[in-house]
Structures are given as structure tokens and as C-alpha cells.
């Protein structure tokens, strides 16, 4: 069984602050992991991944995300918030041979100007 | 570009009059996804197909049925809305092999009225 723990469903930073949204994931199988964004009335768009390959994943808008076993974190950063990064964040997690992915509730983040 | 479209995004129906909500993809994946989203929550899974085979959610309310008459198009029918099935529909496809991430679409917003 696969879940996802998203810490803080609400998080708010400075423009040009760091930003830091976490998740922790629970797998009985070696996982993949993602993050998607979604903005306001739109779908979800997929900002980065893990596959297994290196720990360290650099995506889409300058966001990037470590994987770490031993903690079973995910954590998404960025070390410049922008106004545009406005947005609701999902982590998720899938696994060998599955076919559907498990959504974490999701952290709605606010950047202060 | 290759892509995932849903048809409409905005649809306003009755209390009790059926719907249809359209997604096509020219992906070429052979996974499909229907979502349901209510604000501020993650997307729930409905059902999705893998190539022509049905699965759905053990929790999806029989008021909710799926076709995909071929691998470009998949359409979600709800036979008989109530107020609790406004949301955001969200179509999505993806591939067993690689790292099972899923495209989606922009979403279809339902309004029962």
C-alpha cells in the first residue's frame, strides 16, 4: 500500500524567499514520486519526478525536489519565490507495475509581495 | 503538441438531467483517467481504462459511467446529477512503461443547478 503525507496545507513566503513544501510518502515497493501544480481552474501540470534514477530532481520553473529513503521525503524547494508560483502543489506516488498514482491533499502556496 | 483536451470546460446542467463530458488525447497513451476534484481537495480517481479495459473505483457511485470507444477519446456520463456532484473533472492519460506520470487536461467544471 502506497500514501502521502503533505505537511501544511497552507504555506505562505516573501517574493524572492526560499520555498520549501514537504512530503513524506509510505511504499511497500520502490516508488516513483511526483509533484504536480495547479493553478486556478486548470488542470494538474507535472513539475518534476523521481524514477529511480539520480536522488536530486531538477523540473520545470526552477523548482526542484531530493529524494531521501531514509527519511521517505520528497521535499519540493525553490530558492527564489515569484509571484507566479501562486499555486496549489500535489505530491504523488506510484509503484512497479501500478497503473495509478496517490495524491497527498495538497499545500496551497501564497507569495507575498 | 501533442496533448490532452477536454470538452466543454464549462458545463451547467439540472438537478437530475443527464451530462456527458468529452476527453480526447493525441498522446497515444493507453491509459485513461477520470478524476473528480471538489475545492480544495486532491482529485479522486473515478475509474480509468487501460486500453479497453474498464476499472473502476470501488467507491464510485453507480451514477457515474465511463466509455472509450476507441484510444483517442474517452467520455465520463453522469446519469443523474445531484448538488453534491458539482466539481472539476479532470481527464488524464499516461503509459504503464517509464515512470507511470500522467497528462492531464484542463479540466471540465460541472455546475448542477
Known amino acids: 500500500a502506497q500514501s502521502v503525507t503533505q505537511l501544511g496545507s497552507h504555506v505562505s513566503v516573501s517574493e524572492g524567499a526560499l520555498v520549501l513544501l514537504r512530503c513524506n510518502y509510505s511504499?511497500?515497493?520502490?516508488?516513483?514520486l511526483f509533484w504536480y501544480v495547479q493553478y486556478p481552474n486548470q488542470g494538474l501540470q507535472l513539475l518534476l519526478k523521481?524514477?529511480?534514477?539520480?536522488?536530486l530532481v531538477k523540473g520545470i520553473n526552477g523548482f526542484e525536489a531530493e529524494f531521501k529513503k531514509s527519511e521517505t521525503s520528497f521535499h519540493l524547494t525553490k530558492p527564489s519565490a515569484h509571484m507566479s508560483d501562486a499555486a496549489e502543489y500535489f505530491c504523488?506516488?506510484?509503484?512497479?507495475?501500478?497503473?495509478?498514482?496517490?495524491f497527498g491533499q495538497g499545500t496551497r502556496l501564497t507569495i507575498n509581495p | 503538441d501533442a496533448m490532452v483536451i477536454q470538452n466543454p470546460r464549462y458545463q451547467v446542467t439540472q438537478f437530475g438531467k443527464p451530462v456527458t463530458l468529452s476527453c480526447s488525447q493525441t498522446?497515444?497513451?493507453?491509459?485513461m483517467y477520470w478524476y473528480q476534484q471538489k475545492s480544495s481537495q486532491a482529485p479522486k480517481l473515478l475509474f480509468h481504462y487501460y486500453d479497453k479495459d474498464f476499472n473502476n473505483e470501488a467507491d464510485t457511485p453507480d451514477n457515474f459511467q465511463s466509455r472509450r470507444p476507441n484510444t483517442s477519446f474517452c467520455f465520463l456520463d453522469i446519469r443523474s446529477p445531484g448538488l453534491g456532484d458539482a466539481a472539476m473533472y479532470l481527464c488524464?492519460?499516461?503509459?504503464?512503461?517509464?515512470?507511470?506520470?500522467?497528462?492531464f487536461g484542463p479540466g471540465t467544471r460541472l455546475t448542477v443547478l
Open positions: 504523488a506516488v506510484s509503484g512497479q507495475g501500478a497503473q495509478k498514482l496517490v
Open positions: 523521481y524514477t529511480s534514477a539520480a536522488t
Open positions: 511504499s511497500s515497493v520502490p516508488p516513483y
Open positions: 498522446l497515444n497513451h493507453n491509459v
Open positions: 488524464a492519460t499516461g503509459r504503464l512503461a517509464g515512470g507511470h506520470e500522467q497528462f
